[in-house]
Protein backbone atom coordinates (compact mmCIF):
# COMPACT_ATOMS: atom_id res chain seq x y z
CA UNK A 1 0.00 0.00 0.00
CA UNK A 2 1.60 3.42 -1.03
CA UNK A 3 1.81 5.57 1.70
CA UNK A 4 1.45 9.79 0.52
CA UNK A 5 4.63 11.94 2.24
CA UNK A 6 2.98 14.02 4.87
CA UNK A 7 3.26 17.67 3.87
CA UNK A 8 6.77 19.86 5.30
CA UNK A 9 6.34 21.29 8.76
CA UNK A 10 4.14 24.51 8.67
CA UNK A 11 2.97 24.25 5.24
CA UNK A 12 -1.01 25.14 4.67
CA UNK A 13 -3.34 24.48 2.56
CA UNK A 14 -4.00 26.62 -0.72
CA UNK A 15 -6.71 29.75 -0.08
CA UNK A 16 -9.60 28.71 -1.90
CA UNK A 17 -12.59 30.78 -3.08
CA UNK A 18 -13.16 35.02 -1.78
CA UNK A 19 -9.75 34.30 0.32
CA UNK A 20 -7.73 32.96 -2.61
CA UNK A 21 -8.97 35.38 -5.05
CA UNK A 22 -8.20 38.64 -2.47
CA UNK A 23 -4.64 36.84 -1.86
CA UNK A 24 -4.14 36.49 -5.93
CA UNK A 25 -5.56 40.40 -6.61
CA UNK A 26 -2.84 41.75 -3.53
CA UNK A 27 0.16 40.01 -5.13
CA UNK A 28 -0.52 40.83 -8.44
CA UNK A 29 -1.26 44.14 -8.11
CA UNK A 30 0.57 45.02 -4.88
CA UNK A 31 -0.84 47.94 -2.86
CA UNK A 32 -3.18 49.45 -5.45
CA UNK A 33 -5.02 45.53 -5.22
CA UNK A 34 -5.65 45.53 -1.88
CA UNK A 35 -7.08 49.26 -2.22
CA UNK A 36 -9.02 47.71 -4.61
CA UNK A 37 -10.25 44.97 -2.78
CA UNK A 38 -10.94 46.46 0.21
CA UNK A 39 -12.72 49.04 -2.04
CA UNK A 40 -15.63 46.25 -2.75
CA UNK A 41 -16.28 45.89 0.83
CA UNK A 42 -18.31 49.75 0.58
CA UNK A 43 -19.71 48.66 -3.27
CA UNK A 44 -20.66 44.96 -2.53
CA UNK A 45 -21.61 44.53 1.07
CA UNK A 46 -21.47 40.83 1.23
CA UNK A 47 -17.70 40.29 0.96
CA UNK A 48 -16.68 41.25 4.43
CA UNK A 49 -13.79 43.15 5.34
CA UNK A 50 -13.12 40.95 8.65
CA UNK A 51 -11.93 38.45 5.67
CA UNK A 52 -10.14 40.96 3.04
CA UNK A 53 -8.49 43.19 5.99
CA UNK A 54 -6.49 40.44 7.79
CA UNK A 55 -5.60 39.07 4.21
CA UNK A 56 -3.93 42.13 4.16
CA UNK A 57 -1.62 41.70 7.20
CA UNK A 58 -1.54 38.47 5.74
CA UNK A 59 -0.21 39.18 2.21
CA UNK A 60 2.20 42.11 3.94
CA UNK A 61 4.14 39.56 6.32
CA UNK A 62 4.94 37.62 2.95
CA UNK A 63 6.86 40.34 1.70
CA UNK A 64 4.53 42.05 -1.00
CA UNK A 65 4.26 45.03 0.29
CA UNK A 66 5.40 46.76 4.27
CA UNK A 67 2.46 46.80 7.31
CA UNK A 68 2.62 51.17 6.69
CA UNK A 69 1.70 50.07 2.68
CA UNK A 70 -0.43 47.53 3.76
CA UNK A 71 -2.45 50.31 6.29
CA UNK A 72 -2.20 52.78 3.76
CA UNK A 73 -4.05 51.01 0.92
CA UNK A 74 -6.58 49.61 2.85
CA UNK A 75 -7.50 52.76 4.20
CA UNK A 76 -7.36 54.53 0.95
CA UNK A 77 -9.29 51.72 -1.00
CA UNK A 78 -12.52 51.92 2.23
CA UNK A 79 -12.38 56.07 1.68
CA UNK A 80 -12.77 55.79 -2.09
CA UNK A 81 -15.63 53.24 -1.87
CA UNK A 82 -17.19 55.26 0.83
CA UNK A 83 -16.77 58.08 -1.66
CA UNK A 84 -18.47 56.66 -4.76
CA UNK A 85 -21.51 55.36 -2.77
CA UNK A 86 -21.81 58.61 -0.90
CA UNK A 87 -22.68 60.08 -4.64
CA UNK A 88 -24.55 57.56 -5.05
CA UNK A 89 -26.81 58.42 -2.31
CA UNK A 90 -26.49 62.18 -3.20
CA UNK A 91 -27.15 61.41 -6.96
CA UNK A 92 -30.36 58.96 -6.64
CA UNK A 93 -31.74 60.40 -3.52
CA UNK A 94 -33.64 58.90 -1.20
CA UNK A 95 -36.65 56.55 -2.87
CA UNK A 96 -34.61 55.88 -5.76
CA UNK A 97 -32.01 54.48 -3.49
CA UNK A 98 -33.89 52.20 -1.19
CA UNK A 99 -35.90 50.66 -4.89
CA UNK A 100 -32.06 49.87 -6.39
CA UNK A 101 -31.42 48.59 -2.44
CA UNK A 102 -33.83 46.09 -3.07
CA UNK A 103 -32.74 44.85 -6.14
CA UNK A 104 -29.20 44.01 -5.60
CA UNK A 105 -28.57 40.08 -4.95
CA UNK A 106 -28.01 39.35 -0.66
CA UNK A 107 -29.75 42.51 0.36
CA UNK A 108 -33.26 43.94 1.25
CA UNK A 109 -34.77 47.75 1.54
CA UNK A 110 -34.99 46.96 5.16
CA UNK A 111 -31.20 47.06 5.30
CA UNK A 112 -31.25 50.33 3.82
CA UNK A 113 -34.43 51.10 6.34
CA UNK A 114 -31.83 50.21 9.25
CA UNK A 115 -28.82 52.20 8.26
CA UNK A 116 -30.82 55.49 7.65
CA UNK A 117 -32.55 54.82 11.60
CA UNK A 118 -29.02 54.78 12.10
CA UNK A 119 -27.75 57.80 10.52
CA UNK A 120 -31.18 59.85 11.76
CA UNK A 121 -30.32 58.61 15.73
CA UNK A 122 -26.75 59.18 15.51
CA UNK A 123 -25.57 61.71 13.44
CA UNK A 124 -22.39 62.09 12.21
CA UNK A 125 -21.23 59.74 14.97
CA UNK A 126 -22.76 57.11 12.77
CA UNK A 127 -20.19 57.62 10.02
CA UNK A 128 -17.14 57.14 12.43
CA UNK A 129 -18.60 54.65 14.26
CA UNK A 130 -20.22 52.73 11.59
CA UNK A 131 -17.45 51.92 9.96
CA UNK A 132 -16.88 49.11 12.46
CA UNK A 133 -20.60 47.38 12.19
CA UNK A 134 -21.23 44.57 10.12
CA UNK A 135 -23.18 46.30 7.25
CA UNK A 136 -23.52 49.47 8.45
CA UNK A 137 -19.95 50.40 7.17
CA UNK A 138 -20.89 49.56 3.65
CA UNK A 139 -24.34 51.56 3.68
CA UNK A 140 -23.51 54.47 6.16
CA UNK A 141 -22.47 56.26 3.24
CA UNK A 142 -26.01 56.43 1.10
CA UNK A 143 -27.63 58.13 4.43
CA UNK A 144 -24.72 60.53 4.18
CA UNK A 145 -24.79 61.66 0.62
CA UNK A 146 -29.07 61.81 0.23
CA UNK A 147 -28.93 64.04 3.54
CA UNK A 148 -25.99 65.85 1.49
CA UNK A 149 -23.66 65.59 4.63
CA UNK A 150 -20.35 68.10 4.17
CA UNK A 151 -18.19 65.93 1.87
CA UNK A 152 -14.91 67.67 4.04
CA UNK A 153 -16.91 65.69 6.94
CA UNK A 154 -17.30 62.88 5.70
CA UNK A 155 -14.32 62.05 4.21
CA UNK A 156 -12.48 63.09 7.62
CA UNK A 157 -14.65 61.13 9.78
CA UNK A 158 -14.52 58.08 7.00
CA UNK A 159 -10.83 58.27 7.47
CA UNK A 160 -10.85 58.31 11.20
CA UNK A 161 -13.04 55.33 11.55
CA UNK A 162 -11.76 53.37 8.50
CA UNK A 163 -7.99 53.82 9.51
CA UNK A 164 -9.22 52.21 13.26
CA UNK A 165 -10.70 49.44 11.90
CA UNK A 166 -8.47 48.44 8.93
CA UNK A 167 -5.54 48.96 11.79
CA UNK A 168 -6.76 46.54 14.43
CA UNK A 169 -7.53 43.61 11.59
CA UNK A 170 -4.59 44.20 9.13
CA UNK A 171 -1.77 44.46 11.78
CA UNK A 172 -3.77 41.08 13.33
CA UNK A 173 -3.48 38.87 9.50
CA UNK A 174 0.36 40.52 10.02
CA UNK A 175 0.92 39.38 13.17
CA UNK A 176 -0.66 36.22 12.78
CA UNK A 177 0.59 35.37 9.75
CA UNK A 178 -0.69 31.99 8.15
CA UNK A 179 -2.87 31.64 11.06
CA UNK A 180 -4.63 34.85 10.10
CA UNK A 181 -8.04 33.05 10.51
CA UNK A 182 -7.62 33.72 13.85
CA UNK A 183 -8.21 37.62 13.81
CA UNK A 184 -12.09 36.45 12.70
CA UNK A 185 -12.69 35.09 16.09
CA UNK A 186 -11.94 38.01 17.82
CA UNK A 187 -14.01 40.53 15.34
CA UNK A 188 -17.17 39.80 17.29
CA UNK A 189 -15.73 41.03 20.03
CA UNK A 190 -14.63 44.11 18.93
CA UNK A 191 -17.72 44.98 17.23
CA UNK A 192 -19.67 44.25 20.66
CA UNK A 193 -17.78 46.66 22.34
CA UNK A 194 -17.86 49.11 20.25
CA UNK A 195 -21.37 48.92 20.18
CA UNK A 196 -21.58 48.99 23.39
CA UNK A 197 -19.53 51.81 24.06
CA UNK A 198 -22.09 53.52 22.05
CA UNK A 199 -24.83 52.05 23.77
CA UNK A 200 -23.20 53.96 26.58
CA UNK A 201 -22.42 57.21 25.27
CA UNK A 202 -26.38 57.54 23.91
CA UNK A 203 -27.18 56.85 27.47
CA UNK A 204 -25.07 59.37 29.17
CA UNK A 205 -26.39 61.99 26.70
CA UNK A 206 -29.89 61.08 27.55
CA UNK A 207 -29.35 61.42 30.97
CA UNK A 208 -27.88 64.59 30.81
CA UNK A 209 -30.74 66.24 28.90
CA UNK A 210 -32.88 64.77 31.32
CA UNK A 211 -30.98 66.77 33.79
CA UNK A 212 -31.16 69.58 32.26
CA UNK A 213 -34.79 69.49 31.28
CA UNK A 214 -37.05 72.34 33.64
CA UNK A 215 -38.81 70.68 36.19
CA UNK A 216 -42.48 69.57 35.00
CA UNK A 217 -41.84 69.95 31.38
Known sequence: ????????????????????????????LGGPGAALVVGLDNLFPPIPSELVLPLAGFTASQGTFTLAGALFWTTLGSVLGAIIVYYAGLVFGRERTRRVMARIPLLKAADFDRTEAWFNRY????????????????????PAGIERMPLWQFLALTTAGSLLWNTAF?????????SWQLVETYAGIFQKIVLGLLALAVAVFVVRRLRQAPRGS
Open 123 to 142: GTKAVFLGRMVPLVRSLISL
Open 1 to 28: MSMQPDPPAGATEPLNGLAGWAVDVMET
Open 170 to 178: VTGGYAFGE
